[in-house]
């Protein structure tokens, strides 16, 4: 028996490849299925099973697409209704593979169709789940995704979710592999474990959620407190994940066709189509085209277009270094994002070299910023790092605008010059673009950001808290 978690960090999600005697089952694959066709052909194995554990919100599943592939069914728990060919199983339902077996659980309350799949090993002992978003290592999955407006409310599924974890999974064996969809970063939970295995015991005695002694009023009140609201394309993920898609061959066939400068410059025009510069922020700060948006994929890359660029059917064109054009048009379209409609044909070299128009940042180290500041206490400062960042420690006289939320706060935002930080200089440097691109360009990024400019003088505050605000 072969288990492979396949992590994918920047979505923070967990994909598995399980192999017994010559045959395979995948769960919650990613939509580029090629790696999963290969590993089981150098196995002379074959794909058999597709377990999905739930209809995804945060990320588009590769299921359609693997089915149609190797010809393997794809499998939900109850309550799952799906506009392709799959199964929609039992709860206790039982499937072979090879020599051991999986079992459906079904355990709503992330949604109603959420299932865990219990694996069996040869001898029939319980050896692992593959809990989906039903429970995370240090947390479960939120309860508010799959609400239905006077029929289902977050507190119902929250509600539902403690039943299953209780008459479901804590009754298991404190050996039994734990084996999530998520870990630290994901949206789809709040206090996740920056591991991505562990036990059911340890999960136990871990585990907020899963307290021997939690009434139920008190887990509804745990799991609902502090949700924030869910990225904007989460439900598009859904539909797609319900509906199907387009193959993500000719996602990437589309995606990647080159442009030159003046094609992009007219496609642009034409298409109405939004600039993604995914390069470096170093790079993109000391020089992009004008009105782009910076979001480079040196970090939470794909979750950060899918919170900020609102209309999912917005047409991108992308400025990228050479060689990066597959992975960023692959990890768009993790997300839903299947309108790429080419690439800057040699990067941005290749639009200075044509004589085009650029545009640029100023950008100040912390020890600069330091200078300002010490000059002038009252000098106007944007913090757009979490809300919970910021309470934990900030900049005196800093306002907090989280990056998720700036278009919500640009007519508050100060005529005179201002600096904007982060944490590290990777959102500064998107909200910037941001701005910039809606014609605010009194602003100076701070790079390094806040762990830079701890390291300086400059006054922070402590701890504060939310009830003196």
């Not at 506009?83 to 079992?103: E, M, P």
């Not at 994901?186 to 999960?203: F, I, P, R, W, Y």
């Not at 910021?390 to 100060?414: C, D, F, G, Q, R």
């Amino acid at each position: 028996m072969v288990i492979e978690q396949i992590y994918t960090g920047c979505l923070a999600q967990g994909a598995y490849y399980i192999e017994s005697n010559g045959e395979v089952a995948i769960i919650d694959p990613l939509r580029e299925v090629q790696s999963y066709i290969d590993k089981a052909n150098r196995n002379n194995a074959k794909i058999k099973y597709i377990f999905e554990t739930h209809f995804h919100a945060d990320f588009v599943s590769g299921h359609v697409t693997l089915a149609e592939k190797t010809g393997a069914s794809i499998i939900y728990g109850p309550n799952a209704s799906t506009s392709f060919d799959s199964i929609t199983a039992t709860d206790g339902q039982v499937f072979k593979l090879g020599n051991i077996t999986i079992t459906v659980l079904h355990t709503p309350g992330h949604t109603m169709e959420s299932t865990t799949y219990l694996l069996k090993d040869e001898n029939g002992k319980d050896h692992s789940i593959f809990t989906g978003d039903t429970l995370f290592l240090g947390d479960v999955g939120r309860p508010d995704l799959a609400q239905k407006m006077g029929k289902i409310t977050q507190d119902d599924l929250a509600g539902f979710l403690y039943d299953s974890l209780r008459d479901k999974i804590m009754p298991l064996a404190d050996d039994v592999i734990v084996y999530p969809a998520h870990g630290a970063g994901s949206a789809c939970g709040k206090n996740m474990m920056k591991e991505t295995v562990d036990t059911l015991g340890n999960q136990k005695k871990m585990n907020y959620a899963l307290r021997a002694d939690m009434t139920k009023e008190e887990f509804i009140k745990e799991v609902t407190d502090g949700l924030l609201p869910p990225p904007a394309y989460f439900p598009l993920n859904v539909k797609m994940n319900k509906e199907g898609y387009a193959s993500i061959d000719e996602v990437l066939k589309r995606g990647q066709h080159e442009l030159s400068p003046r094609e992009f410059e007219v496609t642009v025009n034409e298409a109405g189509a939004l600039i993604l510069d995914v390069r470096h922020q170093k790079d993109f700060v000391k020089g992009h085209i004008p009105r782009s948006i910076f979001i480079g994929l040196n970090g939470g890359f794909a979750p950060w277009v899918g919170a900020l660029v609102k209309d999912t059917e917005q047409t991108i064109v992308l400025v990228v270094d050479e060689g990066k054009e597959e992975e960023a048009v692959t990890r768009l379209s993790r997300v839903g994002f299947d309108n790429v409609i080419g690439v800057l044909k040699g990067g941005f070299d290749a639009w200075v070299n044509a004589g085009m128009e650029t545009d640029s940042i100023t950008s100040i180290s912390a020890s600069e910023f330091e200078n300002i500041i010490s000059t002038d206490a009252n000098t106007p400062v944007v913090d757009v790092r979490k809300t919970s960042e910021y309470l934990s420690e900030h900049i005196v006289n800093a306002e907090n605008k989280p990056l998720s939320e700036l278009n919500n706060h640009l007519a508050e935002l100060p005529k005179d010059t201002f600096y904007v930080h982060c944490a590290g200089g990777y959102r500064s440097v998107i909200a910037s673009s941001i701005l910039k691109s809606r014609g605010i360009h009194n602003l100076v990024d701070v790079a390094g950001g806040f762990k830079a400019i701890k390291q300086t003088d400059i006054p922070v505050s402590d701890f504060v808290c939310p009830s003196t605000l």
